[in-house]
């Protein structure tokens, strides 16, 4: 039974069944000082029923309580506190870890439902930059956060591979580029040539018709411009993969953009037949009043699609593909309106999914306090700043640790790591400004000060030899473990939070939790004495090894067993 419901079963029954379990259950807290009890029930709500002061009906429900699963419940003031059995309370939670292992945690709310992600969705031609680090990190860890919950994630890396910015760059590569250059560096000389474009745009408007030409030549299926635009993304794509592998993310799908070139008049046509088109300034549109937005512009005067068209038809191409449960985009929180209008375009023409699509929005990430963009030249490459972090790592580890027989591997792990979990243990609508010094510091809100206890904690059990857990006593009972053993025993309420809420931050605060105990927990006690509690000390390190390394695991970090 669950400690809040063995508490409410046993409030329930001091009350006479005045209240059910199932009324009590919400109404139970956990208090912030573990002084006062484990858990606790604020008597508030019985003042009006019982006509007495809750400092009074408190003391009355002690009176009359079955204290005999507990270690003791005592009132303070107005609330009943419990403090649990420690020693059946710890047997019950490492046995729980330790039988199920990676699985702990686990549970099928999801019921296999699957869960589109659209994520990470770089442009093609340009540099995976810091400004894609969000999308990507975020997006993959919800997506294992989903499947621990029992789901089936399909992350869909929607690839900025259609649009008027193909027209600008074929147009800047015709005038300035050199085929040889592209081919000795094909990213960066790709990008300065957009950069390039823009430059002299302001100065030669007259550009943005030429630019606009090629896209519309692309659309059609112009020789030159689909030939120029498949080298563009096969070269983007090899630069690309080289970087997911470093971060150990993949994906599903790559369906970008042109994907659904050929989809989107099935839009139009749909839009059409279900009466949902009007005209506005020449442009046509879909009035979206009784959602109180504006509307949605679907095509522009000169017939050309927009980003809503695309999204629309690859909407509808999930729906149909897939069936999910829900369909979810990581994307940056200054589209938020713009997902909003998407949702409701799709509710009015009744696509099934469509009350299930959420917008997973996230902050900005910064440099010295200044925004990232492409356009204005100012691009921090993501592969430079985790061969940087790699650097970095690389060297504190062979001044920590000169033995470690795998440093390449370990300073990988380390310093990726640190990149990932600086940027998860952040709520994700909060924005970021970047430094990586802080990032991969070995005390503090870290990756590596959570990759660092766990190592720790295998350290421990490497020293110890081998033991069968399986017929450990694992009854604990002193006050250093408590803490640790309680924050075992959250772990999958934490799992379950993360996934209601989309926040991979949930699981990086947890971990930081529960590593910061764990070291408290080693630094007073004497784990591998040789003393009748040996064997349970080292199921619960060998319970904290676990939990923290699929903590770790659930953001997209690896855990090393030395470090």
């Known amino acids: 039974m669950e400690n809040k419901e063995l508490v409410a079963n046993a409030l329930s ?58 270690d003791h419940v005592e009132a303070a003031g107005p609330y009943v506190n419990f403090f649990l ?7 019950d939670v490492l046995s729980a870890v330790l039988d199920q292992k990676e699985n702990y945690g686990q549970n099928e709310d999801g019921k296999g439902g699957n869960v589109t992600i659209d994520m990470s969705s770089p442009n093609i031609a340009k540099p995976i930059s810091m400004g894609h680090l969000r999308s990507t990190v975020i997006g993959n860890s919800v997506a294992e956060i989903l499947r621990k919950n029992g789901y089936n994630p399909i992350k869909d890396n929607h690839l900025g591979d259609w649009g008027t910015q193909f027209g600008k760059l074929i147009t800047a590569y015709l005038m300035w580029g050199n085929e040889e250059d592209v081919k ?66 993949t994906f599903d799908t790559y369906n970008g953009e042109a994907f659904y070139n050929d989809k989107l008049q099935d839009v139009v046509d749909s839009l059409q037949e279900k009466g949902l088109l009007s005209k506005s300034q020449g442009a046509t549109i879909v009035d979206l009043q009784k959602y109180d937005l504006n509307p949605a512009l679907i095509l522009k005067s000169d017939g050309a699609s927009l980003y809503i068209t695309r999204d629309i038809a690859t909407a509808i191409y999930r729906d149909q593909t897939y069936h999910p449960a829900m369909n979810l985009y990581v994307v940056g929180s200054e589209q938020t309106y713009y997902f909003k209008q998407l949702k409701a375009v799709l509710m009015e023409m009744g696509v099934p999914s469509a009350k ?45 640790n000169p033995d470690l027989p795998n440093k390449e591997e370990v300073a990988k792990e380390v310093g990726v790591g640190a990149i990932v979990f600086g940027d ?84 990086a605060k947890y971990s930081l939790r529960l590593a910061k105990s764990f070291n408290k927990y080693y630094a007073h006690t004497k784990i591998l004495d040789d003393d009748d509690q040996r064997d349970a000390r080292l199921a619960l390190v060998k319970s904290v090894s676990i939990v923290l390394k699929e903590s770790l695991r659930l953001l997209g970090v690896k855990a090393p067993d030395e470090m």
């Open 184 to 249: 000795k560096d094909p990213i960066n000389n790709l990008v300065k040539y957009y950069v390039k474009f823009h430059k002299i745009d302001k100065e030669q408007p007259e550009l943005d018709d030429v630019a606009r030409d090629w896209f519309r030549k692309l659309e059609n299926g112009d020789e030159q411009a689909t030939k120029l635009w498949k080298w563009f993304r096969e070269v983007s794509l090899e630069a690309f993969g080289e970087i997911y592998d470093k971060l150990g993310i």
């Open 356 to 400: 299930n699509l959420h917008h997973i929005p996230f902050g900005l990430i910064t440099v010295n306090g200044k925004k990232l963009s492409t356009r204005s030249g100012r691009i921090i490459l993501l592969d430079e700043v985790l061969n940087e972090s790699i650097a970095i790592a690389k060297k504190q580890i062979a001044e920590k």
């Open 13 to 70: 029954k001091a009350l006479d069944n005045e209240l059910s379990v199932e009324d009590i259950l919400p109404k139970i807290e956990r208090p912030k000082d573990s002084k006062m009890g484990d858990l606790a029930f604020p008597t508030f709500i019985l003042a009006k029923k019982f006509r007495k002061a809750p400092q009074q009906i408190a003391a009355d429900v002690v009176e009359k309580i079955d204290q005999s699963s507990f």
């Open 85 to 91: 059995d420690k020693s059946n309370f710890s047997e």
């Open 424 to 507: 998860l243990k952040n709520e994700k609508i909060n924005n970021i400004d970047f430094n990586l010094e802080d990032q991969l510091r070995f005390e503090g809100e870290t990756g590596p000060y959570v990759q660092y206890a766990r190592a720790r904690a295998e350290s421990i059990l490497r020293k110890a030899g081998d033991i069968d857990f399986s017929n450990v006593d694992k009854k604990l009972n002193d006050a250093e473990s408590w803490n640790v053993i309680k924050l075992l025993n959250d772990f999958p309420a934490r799992v379950k939070m993360a996934c209601d809420e989309f926040e991979p931050s949930v699981i």
